[in-house]
């Protein structure tokens, strides 16, 4: 039976950016999982009006699930000690940001890396990002080509600016003036 009271209080909680003092972050994540597992959460909140702090809502859930399957995965275990991690690490609000919906072992590398420290959540995020497929990119390029109508010529020279813009902070800064 699902305990909407609690969810709410845990909500609260997330909301808040806080745990209950008797819990670590890792402890309320995957309570706040089994909780809500059942539940399709992204609906209860908006019918709460708690849209606003929805994606940190789910990305708490999120690291429920993800850890509460690293507790039965000896693999990632294994991976996370080779890595010098005896127990699974604390998270907290911040690294759940990395967070996605793919495989533990990706999750955890994204994790780690925020561990190591230097990098923010949107380097690790961008960093990992997967190249374009040729058919994604002739697609994006026959779309790009029709709506400003522009020939491959044209399309070449106009990526070529962007990029340009896109690596000079201060010429990005002049365009967007220029542009308002």
């Known amino acids: ?12 909680y997330i909301e808040e950016g806080t745990v209950p003092g008797d819990k670590t972050f890792n402890q309320f ?3 706040f999982y089994l909780e809500t597992k059942t539940l399709t959460l992204s ?3 908006r019918l709460k009006g708690k849209s606003s702090k929805l994606p940190k809502i789910m ?25 010098g991690f005896k127990i699974i690490p604390d998270l907290n609000y911040t690294s759940i940001m990395l967070l996605r919906k793919v495989d533990l072992f990706s999750n955890w590398q994204k994790l780690l890396f925020f561990f ?3 990098r ?3 380097e690790i995020n961008s960093s990992l990002k ?17 709506e400003l109508r522009l020939n491959e010529q044209e399309l070449n020279w106009l ?7 896109e690596h000079n902070k201060a010429l990005h800064k002049a365009i967007k003036k220029l542009t308002k």
Do not use: C, H
């Open 116 to 118: 190591e420290g230097g």
């Open 159 to 165: 990526l070529d600016k962007i990029q340009k813009v």
């Open 59 to 83: 990305n708490t859930k999120k690291a429920g699930e993800v850890l509460f399957d690293t507790e039965k995965s000896d693999e990632i275990k294994s991976f996370l000690s080779r890595k």
């Open 130 to 146: 997967k190249d374009l497929l040729p058919m994604e990119i002739e697609k994006l390029e026959t779309y790009v080509k029709e």
């Open 29 to 31: 994540a995957i309570e």
């Open 1 to 12: 039976m699902v305990d909407f009271k609690k969810i709410d209080t845990m909500i609260e």
């Open 43 to 45: 609906k209860y909140i």
């Open 120 to 122: 923010t959540v949107q």
